[in-house]
């Protein structure tokens, strides 16, 4: 075998050298994009958590704070409780960076308000807003392995807007369990043959039986057909829903219920309004912040003529009320009057500045605010619907209570005003354009602003 030259061996020996750098230099490159790599998805995976945990946290606020407008707190209420909120969720499990964030100072929240929500157009200058939006513009987080590659900042942004949603055409929840009597598809512009703001009486009893059917006096079966259950649905216990349907043979789930039911209807309702008069506990089914009412009550009398009409405490007849939601009234000598009614327009001022306006009356703190708003189905009524039967619902009211429920012979009578709009739970139809009359629900909606909040 032929021995190699020295040089030879030399020539192999820094070859191998070169060899050897270059390996160390591949190695090095490699690590450098394996640790950016990992860096990449180490604090990206951690931007992804705390903005779906920041995101959260911002609609807990934004909805907080339009609850707080539907029940009638101003605009600056309203930004207080979304903050409230938002820090009492960033305090929970899970969620210590963006508690640490928010007390030393970080992140600061804004609150906006718009009547519009496409687009959404912040006023300052509004005071009974339609739409509120909260925004954290930054929530700064801690960069690691991303450094590597020249990424000093990791912040995440939200935003969230809330408010009520289109009327609940689908679905209505926490109903009251009785049902108007209405028009399907009216020719004169009403509200299934309601006009906002007009004077209206709802007589359950044995005489007014055949508006429905025979034996029927517009009473719902809900949670059961004992007067127990249905004095406590009365009263707001009923925790199901209410579903629209034009074919009432399908619709099993609204059924009528036989039979008169004064004394469960005056005990139930009249919770609402602070006159706990039978056995249900007060400490649960709590009256209204304001149970004012007037007296003499109103009342139903008839005519000479056997017509039926309206009068106040002072003797004055009702009829119907004028654009600007007042009820009209005329005195004995047909001289327009200011009706002596304590009504919705005058109750919704008082429970948005937490006061009462008339003598006598006062704001309870302790009391849950429009609980003299009742949700009601209104249906079709052909006087043919007999016993137990399913019934035809065309969609939902919102009735407001202007005094306690009254017992006549057989029959109370529930007088109130439907007004445009009130809050519950249901289900509606997908168009935020829609704006009709009856009751809505709190949701969240896409923020236009924001291309992934």
């Known amino acids: 075998m032929r021995s190699m030259s020295t040089s030879a061996i030399k020539r192999c020996r820094r070859l191998h050298a070169k060899q050897r750098g270059n390996i160390v230099a591949v190695t090095a490159i490699g690590m450098v994009a394996l640790l950016a790599m990992g860096g990449l998805a180490l604090d990206g995976g951690h931007m992804l958590l705390n903005k779906t945990r920041l995101q959260n946290t911002v609609d807990a606020a934004a909805l907080s704070a339009a609850k707080s407008l539907s ?18 969720n960033a305090e929970s499990t899970g969620n210590q960076e963006l508690a640490d964030a928010y007390a030393a100072g970080d992140i600061s929240i804004v609150v906006e308000y718009s009547d519009s929500i496409h687009p959404f157009a912040p006023d300052a200058t509004l005071t009974d807003p339609a739409f509120v939006r909260v925004t954290v513009n930054s929530f700064p987080l801690p960069v690691w392995l991303s450094q590597i590659v020249g990424f000093t900042d990791k ?69 059961g057909t004992g007067g127990a259950e249905y004095r406590e649905d009365a009263a707001g216990g009923f925790e199901g829903c209410i579903k629209v349907s034009d074919d009432p043979v399908a619709n099993t789930e609204v059924l009528s219920e036989p039979g008169v039911k004064v004394g469960p209807t005056v005990q139930g309702f009249n919770m609402r309004i602070g006159d706990p008069s039978g056995p249900l506990d007060a400490s649960v089914y709590k009256p209204d912040v304001i149970t004012y009412y007037e007296t ?20 004055n007849i009702i009829d119907g009320a004028d654009a600007s939601g007042d009820i009209v009234a005329y005195d004995a000598s047909g001289t327009p009057v200011p009706a002596n009614i304590y009504a919705y327009k005058e109750y919704d001022a008082d429970v948005k500045s937490e006061s009462c306006s008339r003598i006598g009356c006062t704001y309870d703190p302790n009391g849950t605010p429009y609980r003299r708003m009742l949700t009601l189905p209104i249906g079709k009524c052909d006087g043919t619907t007999a016993g137990r039967k399913p019934v035809e619902v065309f969609g939902f009211g919102c009735f407001f209570m202007i005094q306690k429920v009254t017992q006549k012979g057989d ?12 809050s519950n739970f249901g289900s509606f139809v997908q168009n935020p354009t829609d704006t009709g009359t009856g009751p809505t629900r709190l949701i969240l909606y896409k923020d236009s602003a924001s291309g992934d909040s």
């Not at 029959?411 to 009130?422: M, P, T």
């Open 155 to 223: 912040e995440v942004r939200a935003s969230a807007v809330a408010g009520e949603s289109p009327v609940l055409q689908a679905e209505a929840c926490d109903v009251a369990p009785i049902m108007a009597c209405g028009e399907e598809s009216p020719t004169d512009g009403s509200y299934y043959g309601y006009r906002p703001g007009e004077l209206e009486v709802l007589k359950l009893g044995a005489g007014d039986a055949t508006t429905m059917g025979p034996g029927n006096a517009q009473i719902l079966v809900t949670d």
């Open 296 to 315: 003499p009550l109103v009342e139903l009398v008839t005519g000479a003529d056997g017509s039926e009409y309206m009068v106040d405490g002072a003797g």
């Open 411 to 422: 029959e109370s009578q529930l007088f109130g005003q439907f007004v445009e709009d009130c």
């Open 71 to 88: 029940l009638g707190e101003d605009v600056s209420t309203a930004r207080a409780d979304a903050i409230a909120t938002f820090a009492l």
